[in-house]
């Protein structure tokens, strides 16, 4: 977290960085969600630690929904959740019992999505590129990385990471550009009616729009 972050509501989204913070904050206008404080925890691996810091602020005795969302990244979905609701139990905040679900059991309701489907492996990058599935431009990007990919040394490829230049390479034929899906999300980028979007806005209503 940023060194004078405050806590200012009672609902509250923690996420991974800058990127994601941008993105929740361009869908939940979208759909409306309003009143919810995003923060930018700063790393999948600062969850643990920066939560009982979280926890110690002034306000955080007000919040009544506090939701987590990070990328599942090389493993499935189910090993970042479990690691979030260890982190959880450890400082006795209440536990979803499943990805995806909003535990409403005590007066502070709490909720985990794991990018990007709740279920295998990847990230928000992921999601986004749904949204451009069997478009004509999806077919642009593909002779690009198949032209570019052998050209690259060895070294660069064993840390390559084809999502995100996907991404990147979708932004590039969007005027003005941008460089992260976070910005495009503030540009109107993706497409938030897209069905691959249904799982992410259901979890964000039911956590800070329902009693």
Not at 49 to 75: C, H, S, Y
Not at 167 to 189: C, D, E, H, M, Q
């Amino acid at each position: 977290m940023e060194e004078n972050f405050r806590i200012i509501g009672s609902k509250l989204l923690a996420v991974e960085g800058k990127d994601e913070c941008q993105f929740f904050e361009a869908l939940l206008k979208f759909e409306k969600i309003g009143a919810v404080q995003i923060i930018d925890i700063g790393g999948k691996n600062k969850f643990r630690t920066e939560l009982p810091l979280l926890m110690n602020m002034e306000g955080f005795r007000n919040v009544i929904a506090l939701g987590f969302v990070r990328d599942a990244e090389e493993k499935m979905a189910v090993s970042a959740f479990q690691s979030i609701c260890d982190t959880l139990k450890k400082y006795n905040l209440p536990i979803p019992d499943s990805i995806n679900a909003i535990n409403n059991s005590s007066g502070l309701k709490t909720g985990i999505f794991i990018m990007p489907d709740n279920y295998g492996t990847g990230m928000l990058e992921n999601l986004c590129l749904k949204t451009i599935a069997g478009t004509p431009v999806e077919s642009c990007i593909n002779d690009f990385q198949t032209c570019f990919l052998p050209l690259m040394p060895p070294a660069e490829q064993e840390k390559f990471n084809e999502s995100k230049s996907r991404v990147l390479s979708y932004l590039a034929t969007r005027s003005p550009i941008v460089n992260s899906p976070g910005l495009a999300a503030l540009k109107g980028y993706w497409d938030f009616h897209h069905v691959c979007f249904e799982e992410i806005k259901k979890f964000l209503h039911q956590l800070f729009d329902r009693e």
